[in-house]
């Protein structure tokens, strides 16, 4: 363990048990499928006829976190809006709700489901032969399973038929390991145990979900660029451990350290379903596909922020674990850092700058319990963080950042802060456009930004030289023009080098979830624009050559790309609003 010669480490982690309305268009598929499933209208219609069976009984036997069921369905008399829900767990009647579940009122059922599927789904025939056999891919949530059968649709649902109980091997076996950068360069994930306390519905009521414990282990003095090796553990009662798989990650260069240092960063992805579950279809459309390349491509790149929007559970609290698994490849391999976005945090009478719904409930607490920042108050989600060469100062755009404000205070003082010397790659990251997008809703108010976005910070970007602003918010991508003030300053578009003048503003947006659309006239800044799903991929070779790659999620290709080849001479020249009445630079 303290041989150093040595580049790969072992290490195993033993876990123990456990105001303002929003700029956002609302539209239709904006509301979270699951709400669509009218809950408190339910009534019990069940038929001794109707058979539904799931297998096989135990899942994960080999101690996998996953895993594929086969439900097999006979209705003698069936119709075209019957459907099969999942729910774990199993029992899910009215008489297993809890004191905090039952607050605003006692349905016959006491959760919404996790996912369904269409009685008649790949299967035509079934409205006239009453059988089919449905696929389902589950993923261990610490509970049993069940499957029911429901007709009249989701808005009048009459529950017919539950299928048998089945369940993981081990269902409280340590899952979905994530990596993040702790508050020093050098440690990369925190130790702590939250406890959640959910503030509205649906998340305290038909969207509730145990999300069991959360836990989180320090992993300090790491050596830089070097490949550490780690594994969960749990203790059961006996004293025996149950372990998980081995994962393998490389920890952080140093601050300023020069070596090549590759970052992805998207915004709005959501999670898809494997097996086709119908009400996701239209949700978060190209979120498999993002993760699917990020998985595929895996060894090319070091760090991933995700800026915002990052699961859209919207208080269907089961909708985490999913996520969670679904970017378990990832996550469990390379720092995994996210902003909170408006349906992470935004909540009526919540502390949030915005009064909207759009978390269903949560307020930010479930995405800061699963995923750890640095920041020094985790339910005010702005924070610093190093990566070698770059330096991010990640804000929360859903607490007020505006002159005066506390998190202003910190943005400040995170711009000051680095040293251009060693770390010339100075970021800037938000989930809302405070800076420009000609997404429809913001052209059409003739703004081009989140109201009053830019009014303060855009000060702070030319002074502090910063070099590429992101955002997401807006599902689609674009790029502008080195800016200032509304205004070009350089006339290039693909190459830069020499004096920085302006600040790059990249909206990042398309990580999965339903596309936007952008207005009618294209703003002269705007140097490409893309209602498409994808991310992007910054690779610093040194500290003055960067390479910028927008990459389409369907295939991965490159389709925009600029470089920016600048000495440190270059960053600290003066230009307009960026230095004050005195100044050392040269």
């Not at 000060?459 to 030289?465: I, N, S, T, V």
């Not at 952008?518 to 799903?533: E, G, K």
Request: proline share 5%.
């Amino acid at each position: 363990m303290e041989d150093r010669s040595h580049c790969l480490k072992f290490f195993t982690i033993v876990l123990f048990c456990l105001s303002l309305v929003s700029a956002h268009r609302v539209h239709e598929y904006d509301k979270h499928p699951l709400s669509k499933f009218n809950i408190y209208k339910t009534t019990p219609g069940f038929r001794d006829s109707v058979i539904i069976t799931a297998t096989p009984l135990i899942l994960g036997s080999e101690g996998e976190g996953t895993a594929w069921v086969t439900v097999d369905l006979v209705n003698p008399d069936p119709s075209d809006d019957d459907w099969v829900a999942v729910y774990s767990p199993a029992n899910f009647n009215s008489s297993t709700c809890s004191v905090e579940n039952d607050e605003f009122q006692s349905p016959y059922l006491c959760t919404s489901p996790i996912k369904y599927k269409y009685a008649n789904f790949s299967n035509a025939n079934y409205n006239q032969t009453g059988n089919n056999t449905l696929k389902f891919q589950l993923i261990n949530q610490r509970a049993d399973f069940s499957f029911a059968l429901f007709s009249g649709g989701l808005s009048n649902p009459v529950l017919v038929a539950v299928s048998n109980v089945i369940t993981f091997s081990n269902p409280k076996a340590p899952l979905y390991a994530r990596l993040a950068h702790g508050k020093l360069w050098n440690e990369d994930l925190s130790l702590t145990c939250l406890f959640i306390t959910i503030n509205g519905a649906p998340a305290r009521t038909v969207g509730w979900h145990d999300l069991g414990f959360t836990h989180t282990s320090f992993l300090t003095n790491l050596w830089p660029n070097t490949v550490y090796s780690y594994r969960m553990g749990h203790i059961l009662s006996n004293g025996s451990y149950v372990w998980g798989k081995n994962y393998t990650f490389k920890s952080s260069p140093y601050p300023g350290q020069d070596s090549l240092q590759r970052v992805i960063i998207f915004g709005d992805m959501g999670k898809g379903e494997r097996d086709g579950s119908n009400e996701y279809s239209s949700k978060d459309p190209g979120a498999l596909n993002t993760t699917d390349q990020l998985i595929k491509d895996l060894p090319n790149y070091d760090i991933v922020f995700h800026i915002g929007d990052i699961s859209y559970a919207d208080g269907y609290v089961a909708d985490w674990d999913q996520f969670t698994a679904q970017v378990e490849p990832i996550a469990s391999a390379v720092p995994y850092m996210v902003a909170s976005g408006n349906h992470e945090r935004d909540w009526p009478d919540s502390g949030s700058f915005y009064t909207s719904t759009d978390s269903g409930g949560e307020c930010g607490v479930i995405a800061e319990t699963l995923y750890y920042v640095p920041a020094e108050n985790r339910a005010k989600f702005w924070y610093s963080t190093d990566y070698g060469m770059f330096h991010f100062c990640v804000a929360d755009s859903e607490h007020d950042w505006r002159k005066g404000s506390e998190q202003y205070r910190f943005l400040e003082k995170c711009l000051a802060s680095v040293d251009r010397r060693k770390q010339p790659w100075l970021i800037f990251v938000a989930h809302r456009p405070l800076g420009y997008s000609s997404n429809d809703w913001f052209g059409e108010e003739g703004s081009f930004e989140e109201p009053m976005g830019r009014d303060d910070l855009q000060r702070l970007w030319q002074k502090y030289r910063v070099d590429i602003a992101f955002y997401g918010h807006v599902h689609a991508y674009e790029r502008t023009c080195p800016i200032y003030q509304n205004v070009c300053v350089n006339s290039e578009e693909s190459h830069y080098s020499g004096t920085m003048n302006g600040t790059i503003h990249v909206v990042v947006g398309g990580g999965g979830h339903h596309l936007g659309s952008f207005f009618d006239t294209i703003p002269n800044w705007s140097l490409y624009r893309d209602a498409d799903w994808g991310f992007v991929k910054m690779t610093a070779f040194n500290r003055s050559s960067l390479l910028f790659e927008y990459k389409k999620s369907r295939d991965g290709e490159v389709y925009d790309s600029f470089t920016i080849n600048r000495e440190y001479k270059d960053v600290i020249s003066c230009v307009h609003d960026s230095c004050g009445p005195s100044t050392l630079a040269s």
